[in-house]
């Protein structure tokens, strides 16, 4: 079962409960004390029994997780608010309230108010003011209108002080969740690195230089945990790349790409870009190490630098290949070769950045791709 995560707005549904309850209690205190004005006191006390079973059933659902991530409740709570409002006319009849009998749900009719405010934000706190503020310009008439704008508007503030406080702390729990569930994934990853660094990574490090040493067939052999051991630490090395909204952790998308023959070295931080922007970015590098695979000898390594300058990234790969010269670069270009015009320039072209381009015989390649940070 999912371990339930603390809930940043449960503070604002025991308020809204306690709200209910003492609103209630209020509503029968202006009965009380209204006692000899009412026409028909039966119809009262019947209205405020209706409104006491439901402060209880609202009560309980808001002080249940079902009733507090569930809309249902709160719009159920307004329709039957509504209801209560215009039962008014069991005890009063239409006549007496537009000439200045009261309502007599009172202040309790805010209840569905604070609720949509809470469960859906600013929207449903203006909504829920709105339905409630022309039920009661209903009963008292268009005549009166002047008379319950106080009303109004404290129904409208009501609904969007308490709707925006709910959105910023609905915003802050996202927050703290991805905060949690990424300390605990670090946590993690930390505990598994030191199992497996104890045992799985000597013991590939132990077959990887026996089999160097032994020659023959066993090279194969040292070969393979030689790339075992570069996937358990790109493993190990792995963290999140999601970063909120449409930020992305440019390292956590490149440190995948890591193997015996390529290193990728990244800052201790992370860098965040557009997840678009570093989807590209990722292919041009892909790209660039797929020309090294091709062309730059079978032997060439390559090293994968990313560097944060604060307005600008700039991601490096560097080979210690054959080389070549810029004119043949240019050449392979004009005659068709599109890895390096479009998958790598065009690429980087595309989001405003720059690719430089250095290299020689015997000297080996090195791309540099910068992109201008948001």
């Not at 205190?29 to 405020?48: E, H």
């Not at 309230?97 to 609720?115: C, D, E, K, N």
């Not at 300390?183 to 089999?211: C, F, K, N, P, Y």
């Not at 066993?218 to 996937?231: F, I, M, P």
Request: glycine share 10%.
């Amino acid at each position: 079962m999912e371990r339930e995560t603390v809930d940043l707005l449960q503070p604002l549904w025991r308020a809204l409960v306690v709200f209910r309850v003492i609103t209630w209690a209020f509503a029968c205190f202006g009965v009380w004390s209204r006692w000899d004005g009412i026409v028909r006191p039966s119809g009262a006390l019947l209205l405020l029994a209706v409104m006491g079973a439901w402060t209880v059933v609202s009560s309980i659902g808001y002080s249940r997780r079902w009733g507090r991530r569930n809309t249902r409740l709160a719009f159920a709570d307004l329709i039957v608010t509504v209801g209560c409002m215009y039962a008014t006319l069991w005890a009063q009849p239409l006549v007496d309230i537009r000439a200045g009998a009261s309502v007599l749900t009172s202040v309790w009719a805010a209840g569905p108010v604070l609720a949509l405010a809470i469960s859906r934000g600013r929207d449903g706190g203006l909504l829920g003011a709105a339905t409630i503020s022309l039920a009661l310009l209903s009963l008292r008439g268009v005549e009166n209108a002047a008379e319950i704008l106080a009303n109004v508007q404290l129904l409208l503030v009501a609904g969007l002080v308490v709707g925006y406080a709910a959105s910023t702390l609905r915003q802050a729990g996202a927050r703290l969740r991805k905060a949690i569930a990424a300390e605990s994934a670090t946590a993690e990853r930390l505990r598994l690195s030191r199992s497996i660094h104890d045992g799985v990574m000597q013991v590939l490090a132990q077959v990887q230089r026996r089999g160097t040493a032994i020659g023959g067939d066993a090279l194969e052999l040292a070969k393979l945990a030689a790339e075992q051991e570069v996937a358990l630490r790109t493993l190990m090395s792995t963290r999140p790349t999601a970063a909120g909204g449409d930020q992305v952790d440019l390292c956590g998308l490149l440190l995948p790409l890591a193997t015996p023959r390529v290193d990728v070295v990244v800052p201790a931080g992370q860098v965040l870009l557009p997840a678009a922007t570093a989807d590209e970015l990722v292919a041009a590098v892909k790209e660039a190490l797929s020309n090294v695979t091709k062309h730059a000898g079978t032997e060439a390594r390559a090293w994968v630098v990313v560097e944060d300058l604060g307005d600008a990234v700039v991601v490096s790969i560097r080979d210690d290949g054959i080389g070549t010269t810029p004119a043949r670069l240019e050449q392979a270009r004009v005659d068709g070769h599109l890895g390096v015009s479009q998958s790598i320039r065009g690429r980087i072209t595309d989001l405003g950045g720059t690719v430089t381009v250095r290299t020689g015989p015997g000297e080996g390649t090195e791309w540099e791709l910068k992109v201008i940070a948001p």
